[in-house]
């Protein structure tokens, strides 16, 4: 789950801000675009939806997982499908939703790992967590920039969100 939640965090800062250079987009509106991680900062006002609601299928942690899971492709494949020269505004939005839902898979995974694990398993759990974390950023990250060497900005953000289908297969 680390993976899943470790990939979205740099395709909103490094590859997105990269990606804008590119394009020619004014370097006050990719300033402006730091606003897009603010989710991560506010996630704590909507937790207690997730907290509170058990969706009708996989029960309370894993439904939602799977529905954030798959919301949260769906909305780097449109961050991907977006023209920043063109609108940044609609990119702006594509990345809000991104965090947004990055930040919500962020909030029912710790959830889960906190319900699911004994205390005894919580360390090694979390190590495992922080590890695939740091191996979702190296992809998105660095990965992301060298990728885009030999692709389009678009086809990456494409393979980006394809590569969260692991997170939605452990779900």
Avoid: C
């Avoid at 940044?88 to 710790?110: E, G, H, K």
């Amino acid at each position: 789950k680390g993976f899943s939640s470790g990939l979205p965090l740099l395709l909103t800062i490094t590859v997105l801000q990269a990606w804008m250079t590119e394009e020619g987009v004014d370097l006050s509106v990719i300033g402006l675009f730091a606003l897009v991680g603010l989710p991560y900062t506010l996630k704590f006002l909507w937790s207690p939806v997730l907290d509170r609601f058990t969706l009708p299928f996989l029960g309370r942690r894993r439904g939602w997982l799977l529905v954030v899971q798959l919301l949260l492709m769906a909305s780097i494949a449109g961050l991907g499908l977006s023209n920043p020269s063109e609108n940044p505004w609609l990119l702006a939005f594509a990345a809000m939703l991104v965090t947004f839902f990055s930040a919500s898979q962020d909030i029912v995974i710790d959830a889960y790992r906190r319900e699911d694990l004994t205390d005894y398993e919580l360390g090694l759990g979390s190590s495992f967590y922080v590890n695939g974390y740091r191996l979702g950023m190296l992809l998105a990250g660095s990965g992301g920039l060298v990728l885009a060497d030999h692709f389009s900005f678009q086809q990456v953000y494409l393979f980006m969100a394809a590569s969260l289908l692991v997170g939605g297969a452990t779900t």
